[in-house]
Structures are given as structure tokens and as C-alpha cells.
């Protein structure tokens, strides 16, 4: 498993909200890992649907 994949895990593990969700949705997209981000940027969609900031950030892949 790659290290990223598995700090995400680890992130998820602890505790999942819409915050953490994010964080990792914004280290992926600082990292490059678009394809990433977006997954994370559509479970953040379907579980938080009023979540602006995921929002927002999730735009910032269409830039």
C-alpha cells in the first residue's frame, strides 16, 4: 500500500467528519493526486452535502 493511501486510511480511521474528509481532499490536491482528491471530494459530497468549504475545494480541481 502506498504511504499516502495509508496516511489516508489512518486519517479516516480516527475519526470521520466532514473536516477531516477536506484536509485530506486539500493534501491530495497539494500533492498532485488529483484522481485521489476527487474521490475523497465525492464521499464528502454524498455523506456532508452542506460542507461548503469541500465544495469550494472540490472546485478547485476543475480550475
Do not use: C, T, W
Not at 489512518?10 to 493534501?27: F, M, P, R
Not at 493526486?33 to 469541500?54: F, H, M, S, T, V
Amino acid at each position: 500500500m502506498p504511504f499516502d493511501a495509508f496516511v489516508g486510511l489512518i486519517a479516516l480511521a480516527v475519526q470521520e467528519d466532514s473536516q477531516i474528509l477536506d484536509n485530506l481532499g486539500v493534501l491530495y490536491i497539494s500533492s498532485s493526486k488529483l484522481k485521489e482528491a476527487q474521490e475523497i471530494y465525492e464521499i464528502l459530497d454524498k455523506k456532508y452535502p452542506e460542507y461548503r468549504e469541500g465544495k469550494v475545494h472540490y472546485n478547485i480541481l476543475y480550475m
